[in-house]
């Protein structure tokens, strides 16, 4: 399994992150155990996790299960030592967490605590914030985002604020890195520059959604990531599921994602399913299989930090961790470009 380092904190990763937002919920505590026992034999020291977790849908019963099923596996193994754990502070709008209260700097002491006591643990690897409180054109915003009714002056005093809470937090020793989520460029870069001013720890990730059928990273948010040295930590890397091709020719699987989700979160349009038409082909014509093939290519991007994946069952988390290996050639890498320039943004 080929490692990373998690932008400048010398935090060494497995190149693939094992998934948790179905820990709770749709997956058991026994089957999420299972699935940490098999990420960690095949390499993967990395997992993902998040206050708000489970999803599908969230609920205000059961926020935190998904902390809480890892902290019990903490507890009865005793290897925190063999797992790098980050999770996320939720922002405003998510009324079933503090009633949909921002992040601000006398937030984070009381939800560090709480995912410290639901881990069972005295710290947090990488902590992130789940989205910006000023918005964000991800998760099919983008359509008719509209930044102008930002107040810079909020939110540079925002950052700042907050970056000196985390540093806090960093000092007693229970976060070890900052990360974003669901963040712009402009942001990312705010971000970075006001650490370097000396406000609070520098943000070593970004967690946004990036597959062969979300591209949006590819360009503003690529390059000011590799120059500041913010590793991409990739969500939806199968695009829900779509990328499987499980949803091809009207198919709804029995407990599938869009079973439960009807549209994907937006994803399910007219032509997504051409789209991954096109990928299933070229997967066909070179003898990948579709799964492996779309991870191993958000796995070679050069901006990767780590993939993140996540698998309902141990049969789904067993295939995926078959194909983890898998490094596909210049001539299949320049084909899937020559894809996505015949159905970009297909939602």
């Known amino acids: 399994m080929r490692r990373t380092q998690l932008g400048r904190t010398g935090i060494s990763v497995s190149n693939y992150c094992l998934g948790s937002m179905t820990w709770g919920n749709q997956t058991d505590t026994e089957d999420a155990h299972r699935q940490i026992d098999s990420a ?3 390499g993967i020291d990395f997992i993902d996790t998040a206050e708000m977790y489970p999803v599908n849908p969230v609920r205000a019963s059961t926020v935190g299960r998904t902390e809480r099923v890892i902290g019990l596996w903490l507890e009865k193994t ?25 992040i601000t700097a006398k937030s984070i002491p009381e939800v560090v605590e709480g995912s410290l006591r639901r881990l ?17 054109y991800h998760f099919r915003q983008i359509w008719d985002y509209d930044p102008s009714g930002q107040n810079r002056e909020e939110t540079m005093a925002h950052m700042v604020e907050t970056l000196e809470a985390l540093q806090k937090q960093v000092d007693r020793g229970t976060i070890r890195a900052f990360g974003l989520s669901n963040e712009s460029a402009w942001g990312t870069t705010q971000w970075a520059r006001l650490a370097e001013a000396g406000h609070g720890p520098r943000v070593a990730t970004i967690q946004n959604e990036y597959s062969l059928l979300c591209r949006q990273f ?4 690529a390059e000011a990531c590799l120059n500041e ?15 499987t091709g499980k949803y091809q020719g009207g198919a709804v699987p029995e407990a599938s994602r869009m079973s439960l989700v009807p549209e994907l979160g937006g994803r399910k349009t007219e032509r997504v399913f051409p789209a991954v038409d096109a990928y299933l082909a070229l997967a066909a014509k070179h003898g990948l299989d579709p799964v492996h093939m779309a991870l191993a290519w958000c796995a070679q991007r050069p901006f990767m930090a780590s993939v993140i994946f996540g698998a309902t069952t141990q049969p789904q988390l067993d295939h995926i961790l078959a194909g983890l290996e898998l490094h596909l050639s210049d001539e299949v890498m320049k084909e899937l470009d020559t894809v996505h320039r015949s159905h970009p943004m297909p939602f």
């Open 218 to 221: 590819d360009s503003d948010l």
């Open 40 to 42: 960690l034999a095949a």
């Open 120 to 136: 069972k643990t005295d710290y947090i690897d990488l902590y992130q914030f789940h989205w910006p409180n000023r918005g964000s």
């Open 78 to 102: 005793g290897k925190r030592g063999d797992v790098v754990i980050a999770s996320k502070h939720s922002g405003g709008g998510n009324r079933n967490i503090r009633d949909g209260a921002p």
């Open 229 to 243: 040295d913010v590793g991409l930590l990739a969500y939806s890397p199968l695009a829900a599921g779509l990328l």
